[in-house]
C-alpha cells in the first residue's frame, strides 16, 4: 500500500500547505471536517515559510553576485602585496635594506619566499603586516619602496578589505534567516501531521482508491512502495 511522509524540502511543505488551503472544500460548512485552531495556523505557517524562503534565496543570490565583484579586488590586492614584497626582497639582496628589517614585516630575517596569499583569510593578515611594517621602517628613517608604492598597496588592500567585509556581512545574514528556516520548519511539519490525520480520519472508510485519490486533493503526500503499482 502506498505510504504518506512528511516533506523533506521547503517546496515540498508549501506545495503541501498551499494545495490544502487552496481547496475550497474545506472551508464549506458541509465539508469541515478539519479542526478550524489547525487550520487557523496553516495559513500563518505558509506566510512564514514562504517569507523565509524567500528571503533565503535572496539572500544566496546577492551573495553570489558579490562573491564574483570580490575576485578581482582580492586578484588586484595579492598581486600588488606579493609583488611589494618580492621587492622587499631584492632590496634586502642587494643590501640596499638589512635583513633584520623584515622583522618589522612579521617576516623572518632568513625569509626568501612568499607567504601564501591565495586565501582571502592570509591575504588579510599579510596585507595589513606588510602594510605596518612598510610605515615602521619609513617611521626609522628608510627609505620608502617604490613601484609600487606602499601607497598603492594600501589602497588595493583597503578596496579588498571592503569587498570581504561586506561578503562577510551578506554571509552572516544569509546563515540568520537559514537559522530561522530551522526553527520554522518543526512548527510547519507538526501542523502538517495534524492536518494530515485528520484529513486521513475524515476518509478513513472510503475503498483505497478513493481514499488516496481524496486525501491527495488535500494536499496528503503517497510514495509508492517499489514494485506496487500506484493507487489514484
Known amino acids: 500500500m502506498p505510504y504518506r511522509r512528511l516533506p523533506k ?30 487550520l487557523n495556523r496553516a495559513q ?27 575576485e578581482r579586488p582580492q ?14 626582497f631584492l632590496c634586502c639582496e642587494r643590501g640596499e635594506i638589512k635583513k ?4 618589522l614585516y612579521g617576516l623572518s630575517v632568513n625569509a626568501t619566499s612568499l607567504p601564501y596569499l ?4 592570509r591575504l588579510i593578515e599579510w596585507g595589513q603586516k606588510v602594510i605596518d611594517g612598510e610605515k615602521a621602517r619609513i617611521k ?14 594600501s589602497t588595493h588592500y583597503d578596496i579588498f578589505l571592503e569587498a570581504y567585509r561586506q561578503q562577510q556581512t551578506l554571509q552572516e545574514h544569509a546563515q540568520q534567516t537559514a537559522t530561522e528556516l530551522q526553527k520554522i520548519r ?11 490525520n485528520q484529513i486521513e480520519k475524515h476518509f478513513e472508510n472510503e475503498p483505497p482508491e478513493v481514499r488516496y485519490a481524496e486525501c491527495r486533493k488535500f494536499g496528503i503526500i503517497y510514495y509508492n512502495r517499489r514494485n506496487e503499482a500506484s493507487l489514484h
Open 44 to 70: 500563518p505557517a505558509y506566510d512564514k515559510l514562504f517569507t523565509a524562503t524567500e528571503q533565503y534565496r535572496m539572500d544566496l543570490r546577492t551573495q553570489s553576485r558579490n562573491s564574483e565583484k570580490l
Open 75 to 88: 586578484h588586484n590586492a595579492m598581486m600588488y602585496v606579493s609583488h611589494f614584497l618580492q621587492v622587499l
Open 9 to 38: 524540502s521547503d517546496a515540498a511543505r508549501l506545495k503541501a500547505l498551499k494545495t490544502l488551503l487552496n481547496n475550497n472544500d474545506i472551508y464549506t460548512v458541509r465539508n469541515r471536517f478539519i479542526d478550524w485552531k489547525t
Open 186 to 196: 518543526p512548527e510547519v511539519d507538526e501542523i502538517l501531521l495534524e492536518l494530515w
Open 140 to 153: 626609522k628613517g628608510g627609505r620608502p619602496i617604490y613601484n609600487p608604492t606602499i601607497g598603492m598597496v
Open 118 to 121: 591565495k586565501n582571502a583569510e
Open 100 to 103: 633584520s628589517q623584515l622583522s
